[in-house]
């Protein structure tokens, strides 16, 4: 079948009448992205939309996503359609519904539905190999006979369709919930399985947070002992509204050895520790070159210093992970270590930080 164009979706969305008003979604601007992919290996081609909406709608923001999906559906004939709802700020009524929050007593967050805990694996700092120590990690927890899920909170730069090497798109269930990949047994989410991969996501702050929101609960997570939240790097919006608003259990912090890693490494922690999150524990990662001919141990990056710093800080110390051309070579084949070699030596160093950390969350 041939592809509908984005001009071909606009018409069909023209017929989403927002409620109580006589306009569209088009003619409001609320729709702010459009993606066709065509299906791989015969499967059925996948639509996606990113809609803008205003929080103040309420109850109306779910008839508008399911008016849109039936109208897309009836006009291009393609059943697998996703729908990513975000926050528009910036209308006179969401100041004033805004306003009205400040007024009341705010809500806790609630874990997702079936997630028991919640950890957020950060840094602060891009670059430091946080992704795959979050991924490894994650493995290292399901091989310990926990169910385990992980969400790419890293919505401008993620990597764990790379890193798990999931390829297909996101599907939908009967009741409108995204069905997370089963990669290595782990529940896996990300942005990266909604928009292709060289597509660059620019959004603004509340989009960004509209999306983390739907991949939190508006997918069926099943039953997840713990759910790993890769987070963004920085401390800027993104993190800090993470920090805030979503019900982390604890976070494990990811560095490198050298201070100019460390100094803003030790930001992340701060920022945790003003938003009362437990700091679970400090994984040194880079921690000396492994030579993969003679196996020698050369300090590119200096060693110790993030257990040094953890000691100072009183973060428990999880362990050093070196830099290995193993390491880097199965996870940029969407093989990481714990999986691809789990009797191996690293496999075997992030099991022994994942039988700490499983202990400090109480699931021995």
Known sequence: ?????????????????????????????????????????????????????????????????????????????????????????????????????????????????????????????????????AVNLALALYASGLSVGILDADVHGPSIPRLMNLREEMEQNEAGLLIPHEAMGIAAMSIGLLVPEEAPVIWRGPMIHGALKQMLHQVDWGQRDVLILDMPPGTGDVPLSIAQHVPLTGAVIVSTPQDLALQDVRKGVAMFAKMGVPLMGMIENMSSFECPHCHGMTPIFGHGGARVDAERMGIPFLGHMPLAMALRESSDAGAPVVHADPEGSYAQLYKEMAATLRGKMGLT
């Open 1 to 133: 079948m041939s592809l509908p164009s984005q001009a071909d979706i606009l018409r069909a969305l023209g017929g989403v009448v927002i409620p109580d008003t006589s306009d569209n979604i088009v003619q409001a601007g609320m729709v702010s992205a459009i993606s066709v992919h065509d299906g791989e290996g015969g499967s059925e081609p996948q639509i996606q939309l990113v809609i803008e909406i205003d929080p103040a709608m309420g109850e109306r923001i779910e008839v508008i996503r399911q008016s849109a999906l039936a109208q897309v559906k009836s006009a291009t004939g393609i059943g697998n359609v996703s729908v990513i709802m975000t926050a528009h700020r910036g209308s006179p009524s969401v100041a004033s519904s805004k306003k009205a929050a400040a007024d009341q007593p705010a809500s806790p967050p609630e874990l997702p539905q079936g997630v028991k805990t919640i950890i957020a694996v950060a840094s602060a700092k891009g670059g430091v190999g946080k992704s795959t120590t």
